[in-house]
């Protein structure tokens, strides 16, 4: 029996965006995000971040750091009684000033390269799961592997309503989840 998963982007979904979020003191969830998970969770739906982080590869912060702002955010999550099954982040960008990271890689979105992993290593079923992002990068990795896309408005998601390939726009997390997500598992049973 395979899994069923939603892949969820970081920055602009689960925490507000300032763009390269990388202090613990800046690292600030939405509120509807704990309900919103809470629900995917007990929907039997693994939860899994996929995230570009290119922000390693500017320079404009560490891995360290971005470990220690995961932590962080899993154990707030944890308290919560939420369980994310993995962080996948891609710290590559073509015109990066740290060379080990400075590649044009597979991972980095809109490639497919951290769902394909999530999928491999959850054993999911693309065909019943989910991705939420904020940007046209992530509804496109997600219809790589054959999951369903939705964008949320928060973060950078305004720039994207007009002209997306999603298929379904929400105002925030928890919109998708209950309008979206919820309603399509249901239609299918």
Same mark, same amino acid.
């Given at each position: =029996?395979?899994?069923?998963? @939603?892949f969820?982007d970081?920055d602009g @979904?689960?925490n507000?965006d300032y ?5 613990i /003191?800046d690292?600030?969830?939405y ?7 809470k629900?995917? #969770?007990?929907?039997g739906?693994?939860l899994l +971040?996929v995230?570009? #982080?290119s ?8 891995e /360290? !750091?971005?470990?220690?702002?995961t !932590?962080? =955010? ?9 369980k994310? &099954?993995?962080v996948y982040?891609c710290?590559?960008? %073509? *015109?990066?000033?740290v060379?080990?990271?400075? +590649? ?5 979105? %809109? *490639?497919? $390269? =951290?769902?394909r #992993?999530?999928?491999?290593e959850?054993?999911? &079923?693309p065909?019943?799961?989910?991705l939420? $992002? !904020?940007?046209?990068? &992530? +509804?496109?990795?997600?219809h790589?592997?054959?999951i369903?896309?939705a964008? @949320?408005k928060t973060g950078q998601?305004?720039k994207? @309503?007009?002209?997306?390939e999603? !298929?379904?726009? $929400?105002e925030?997390?928890?919109d998708v989840?209950?309008?979206f997500?919820?309603k ?6």
């Open positions: =029996m395979r899994n069923k998963a @939603v969820l970081r @979904v689960i507000e763009g390269f979020v990388h202090r /003191e690292f600030f969830i509120p509807e995000v704990f309900p919103a998970l629900k995917l #969770q007990e929907a739906f693994k +971040i995230t570009n #982080q922000g390693i590869a500017v320079g404009y912060y560490t /360290e !750091d971005f470990k220690k702002v !932590d962080y =955010m899993l154990s707030v999550f944890k308290k919560e009684g939420i994310i &099954d993995k982040y710290p590559h960008h %073509p *015109e990066g000033v060379p080990e990271y400075t +590649i044009k890689c597979d991972c980095r979105k %809109p *490639e497919s $390269g =951290m769902i #992993q999530g999928i491999k959850f054993n999911i &079923d065909s019943k799961s989910f939420i $992002g !904020d940007k046209e990068n &992530d +509804i496109k990795a997600a790589k592997e054959g369903k896309a964008l @949320v998601g305004l994207y @309503v007009d002209n997306t999603a !298929d379904f726009v $929400g925030n997390i928890l989840v209950e309008n997500i919820l399509e598992k249901t239609a299918k049973l």
